[in-house]
């Protein structure tokens, strides 16, 4: 995605419904160009078209979320994608942030990815990426695989890293999630003791929720922007955690 397609993705975000001619002045490109853009992005699920209109996703909460500050969430994607080898087999949780990760390495390397997401999986269906969607109960809201049967077949694939999303960290408390099932299926995915890095805003730290995730030494590395304070980076590196931080700006 080029500086241009980001530009009209957050002008889209911002307010839902843009006109091409509206696109084609803050860009200073034609409205054909804008019309060629908005294929594109509309063919990638970043959005939908009307006649004469570029139209915000709003299926679901995902969709929502994944255009929320979605420049930000595009470098983090980038960032973690450049700690992937061509060759690997990747396990990637769900949110809007891993969400971008598993279109990142789909369009640029050659990995198979293991998610427990259907959103994810959709998302590539287009890719020429292999995907493994594990099997479960599904949970209609997070369009994610949860329960007995997840475990059991994170249990039975193997994978040299896993990328998680968080809701919360705290020193005395480690990392956190708001949705009991999905927190379960993490959980199951460290015990496996693979290489495992966290990718989320800094807007996470600070908070906390009811469902822990892990222990803090179950993961290696923390991937966020610029806004993490010193006082949290400390405390994880002193904790054996890598901190990689992109600018937000």
């Given at each position: 995605?080029?500086?241009?397609?980001?530009?009209?993705?957050?002008?889209?975000?911002?307010?839902?419904?843009?006109s091409?001619?509206?696109?084609?002045?803050?860009?200073?490109?034609?409205?054909?160009?804008?019309?060629q853009?908005?294929?594109?992005?509309?063919?990638?699920?970043?959005?939908?078209?009307?006649?004469?209109?570029?139209?915000?996703?709003?299926?679901d909460?995902?969709?929502?979320?994944?255009?929320?500050n979605?420049?930000?969430?595009?470098?983090?994607?980038?960032?973690?994608?450049?700690l992937?080898?061509?060759?690997?087999?990747?396990?990637?949780e769900?949110?809007?942030?891993?969400?971008?990760?598993?279109?990142?390495?789909?369009?640029?390397?050659?990995?198979?990815?293991?998610?427990?997401?259907?959103?994810?999986?959709?998302?590539?269906?287009?890719?020429?990426?292999?995907v493994?969607?594990?099997?479960g109960?599904?949970?209609?809201?997070?369009?994610?695989?949860?329960?007995?049967?997840?475990?059991?077949?994170?249990?039975?694939?193997?994978f040299?890293?896993?990328f998680?999303?968080?809701?919360?960290?705290?020193?005395?408390?480690?990392?956190?999630g708001?949705?009991?099932?999905r927190?379960?299926?993490?959980?199951?995915?460290?015990?496996?003791?693979?290489?495992?890095?966290?990718?989320?805003d800094?807007?996470?730290?600070?908070k906390?929720?009811?469902?822990?995730?892990?222990?803090?030494?179950?993961?290696?590395?923390?991937?966020?922007?610029?806004?993490?304070?010193?006082?949290f980076?400390?405390?994880?590196?002193?904790?054996?955690?890598?901190?990689?931080?992109?600018?937000?700006?």
């Open positions: 995605m080029n500086a241009r397609h980001q530009n009209i993705m957050q002008h889209v975000n911002l307010k839902r419904r843009v091409v001619s509206e696109l084609s002045q803050l860009c200073g490109v034609s409205e054909v160009t804008i019309r853009d908005l294929t594109l992005l509309e063919q990638r699920s970043y959005l939908k078209r009307a006649h004469g209109f570029a139209l915000a996703i709003e299926s909460d995902l969709d929502t979320r994944m255009m929320s979605f420049a930000l969430k595009q470098k983090l994607a980038q960032f973690a994608a450049s992937v080898e061509d060759g690997e087999t990747i396990f990637i769900s949110g809007s942030s891993n969400a971008l990760l598993a279109r990142y390495l789909a369009e640029h390397k050659k990995v198979t990815l293991i998610t427990v997401s259907s959103y994810i999986a959709h998302l590539l269906k287009e890719s020429e990426c292999e493994i969607l594990l099997g109960m599904y949970q209609k809201k997070s369009e994610t695989m949860v329960g007995p049967l997840t475990r059991m077949c994170i249990q039975q694939v193997n040299s890293k896993a998680i999303g968080i809701d919360g960290y705290l020193p005395e408390n480690g990392f956190t708001r949705d009991m099932m927190a379960d299926v993490v959980n199951a995915v460290l015990a496996k003791g693979m290489e495992n890095i966290i990718i989320t800094s807007s996470k730290f600070g906390i929720n009811s469902n822990p995730l892990g222990t803090v030494n179950a993961f290696s590395r923390v991937i966020t922007d610029d806004g993490l304070t010193q006082d980076a400390d405390s994880l590196v002193q904790q054996g955690i890598t901190v990689n931080t992109v600018a937000e700006g």
